[in-house]
């Protein structure tokens, strides 16, 4: 089986900083996502990427960018921290057959 | 377009006991259904997934989910709750050939002795 592995596991940034959250995945699938979890609400897709160097926005892109150069490799850069954007983020990867997604553990964003 | 909607934002059961999840969806085709479990500080696991065949389909732990066309629903059951299973239990669809999944705000689960 294969992982996926989100870097760090906790980001501590001040607000107006540009922040990088990093994800890998060694199931060598070609679609990978960033999502962010709040609190008590459910997932909303910030963006994705179909395949290597591809880049789609999903309905939260605004303030965020994102990278794909390699397949295995997928980051999320928050352009300029805001307080209100504290939250989770969970990077997935989708399998072949069956559309299932594959989560990481998620990368908790702190704004001071 | 698509959307997921669980009703229950809180579900507490006692230990034993039997559990229903609701998930009603709204979309055009038959999607891709599927129930995900999230235990405290980890990410979203697979219980199970439905898109075609019979209605009822297995999961893992003994989770099974019944996917109904005429009520737009996929609820998840288990005959006998276990402490274990307390966790935030997301239902998602997807339609086929659409790269993007919606979820719904979850519903967290307590299971108590």
């Known amino acids: 089986g294969g992982i996926i592995t989100q870097t760090p596991k906790f980001l501590i940034g001040q607000e107006g900083q540009k922040l990088t959250l990093k994800c890998q995945q060694n199931?060598?699938?070609?679609?990978m996502y960033w999502y962010r979890q709040d609190s008590g609400k459910g997932l909303r897709l910030i963006y994705y990427?179909?395949?290597?160097?591809?880049?789609q926005k999903g309905d939260l892109s605004e303030g965020y960018d994102a990278s794909r150069e390699k397949k295995s490799s997928f980051s999320l850069t928050v352009t300029s921290a805001q307080k209100n954007e504290m939250a989770v983020f969970l990077c997935?990867?989708?399998?072949?057959?069956?559309?299932?997604?594959?989560f990481g553990e998620g990368s908790r964003l702190i704004v001071v | 377009a698509q959307s997921v909607t669980q009703p229950d934002a809180r579900v507490t059961v006692s230990e034993g006991a039997s559990l229903q999840l609701r998930c009603k969806y709204s979309?055009?085709?038959?999607?891709?259904l599927f129930w995900y479990v999230q235990y405290p500080r980890q990410g979203l696991q697979l219980l199970l997934k439905?898109?075609?065949?019979?209605?009822v389909v297995q999961g893992v732990n003994g989770f099974e989910a019944e996917f109904s066309k005429s009520n737009s629903s996929f609820h998840l059951r288990k005959a006998s709750v276990h402490w274990s299973d307390s966790a935030v239990y997301f239902c998602?669809?997807?339609?086929?050939?659409?790269?993007?999944?919606?979820f719904g705000a979850g519903t967290r689960l307590k299971v108590i002795a």
């Open positions: 439905y898109y075609s065949g019979d209605p």
């Open positions: 990427s179909i395949t290597e160097n591809d880049l």
């Open positions: 998602a669809v997807s339609d086929t050939g659409n790269y993007k999944y919606v």
């Open positions: 979309s055009s085709v038959t999607p891709y």
């Open positions: 997935a990867s989708r399998g072949v057959s069956g559309n299932t997604l594959y």
């Open positions: 199931f060598n699938h070609d679609t």
